[in-house]
């Protein structure tokens, strides 16, 4: 088979029939990729002449996370080239969804394009290859919540859940008397999972939480006067939980139910924190992208979260607690597809 051009488009030859028909060309694919695109041989050339190279690209899903970016392209083409016989490094140039000439798409939402075309003159034998530049802030799942506040002591926690993870509903409560004990009511759905924090106006021993039924919660990480704890999966007959300890104080105590979830981390490197500011922040790498961070802030000033989502604030006492949760930081994904046509020989 021979590919020729003839009348205005590329067609395939056959010597042994004496017959032609239209080609499609080399085509190359991709999808859901969240990484770069190294030299790729898109076509061996079986003669030399001008060839059509076109290729479109996709924004499947965006970057995710705080300030998240992302940047497709450039796409090059390398070849070697059918009159000078040297190597030639081509950086396409393309056009975005918006008609704009560019050689990348920084735009970081779903579905932009970045699409176009290259005639090229190619020497046969030598790769025609072609790469794609990508850059996105998602390459780590880097997960982060901050609070505000009027600067003051703060403590911050947290506690990863992994899997595909769903936020249903929590509840909180406090109480500012004075206790060594203090109930918040939620009935979370068996199976799924729960974390608490819970909070007290000064240092406590003792402490313990259990669900009605009486198990007993694994602990989580502490800073300062604040200790978390989650119980997965959660038993059917669940309607409440118990914190008890030593010492009269006031506190507050939240409880966050999460679907989707096969696993709890209560162990992430650096998942404590503390400071006196008028802001309180924690980042912390997840173990993969889409898993959900649990976090629980507290100080005796209120906190209101101002990155990620809150889900309750409690200040009903001087041992004020904020909860919030976000989810970790995933990459920009894209597809492509590239092909690349005979159009004919060697200009005259």
Not at 255 to 269: K, M
Request: aromatic share 6%; hydrophobic share 35%.
């Amino acid at each position: 088979m021979t590919q020729i051009y003839q009348d205005g488009a590329v067609v395939t030859y056959s010597t042994a029939t004496g017959t032609i028909a239209p080609t499609t060309g080399v085509v190359l694919d991709g999808s859901s990729l969240s990484a770069a695109v190294a030299k790729t041989t898109l076509d061996t050339p079986k003669v030399s002449g001008v060839y059509l190279v076109s290729i479109a690209l996709r924004l499947l899903t965006p970057a995710s996370g705080v300030s998240a970016s992302s940047t497709c392209g450039p796409v090059t083409l390398n070849y070697v080239c059918a009159d000078s016989l040297l190597p030639v490094t081509d950086v396409m140039g393309l056009y975005t969804e918006t008609g704009s000439p560019s050689t990348t798409n920084t735009e970081n939402i779903v579905g932009e394009a970045l699409c176009g075309s290259s005639v090229i003159c190619a020497k046969a034998g030598s790769d025609i290859q072609l790469s794609i530049g990508y850059v996105s802030s998602g390459l780590t799942p880097s997960c982060t919540a901050t609070c505000t506040l009027t600067s003051a002591a703060w403590n911050v926690a947290g506690i990863e859940v992994r899997g595909t993870p769903v936020y249903i509903n929590g509840a909180g409560v406090s109480q500012s008397g004075g206790a060594t004990t203090e109930t918040v009511t939620y009935a979370p759905t068996a199976g799924n999972a729960t974390v608490l924090y819970f909070a007290t106006g000064g240092a406590v021993t003792g402490l313990t939480v259990k669900d009605n039924l009486g198990h007993t919660l694994s602990a989580g990480p502490t800073s300062g006067n604040l200790a978390s704890f989650y119980q997965y999966p959660v038993p059917s007959g669940v309607t409440s939980y118990i914190a008890t300890w030593t010492t009269a104080r006031q506190s507050s105590f939240a409880v966050e139910e999460y679907s989707g979830v096969t696993a709890v981390n209560a162990a992430l490197a650096g998942n404590t924190a503390s400071g006196s500011s008028n802001t309180a922040s924690l980042t912390v790498t997840d173990d993969e992208a889409g898993d959900i961070t649990v976090f629980g802030f507290y100080s005796g000033n209120i906190l209101t979260a101002s990155v990620g989502n809150q889900r309750h604030q409690i200040t009903g006492s001087t041992a004020r607690l904020t909860t919030a949760d976000n989810t970790s930081a995933s990459p920009m994904t894209y597809s492509y597809h590239a092909k690349c046509v005979y159009l004919g020989g060697l200009p005259g």
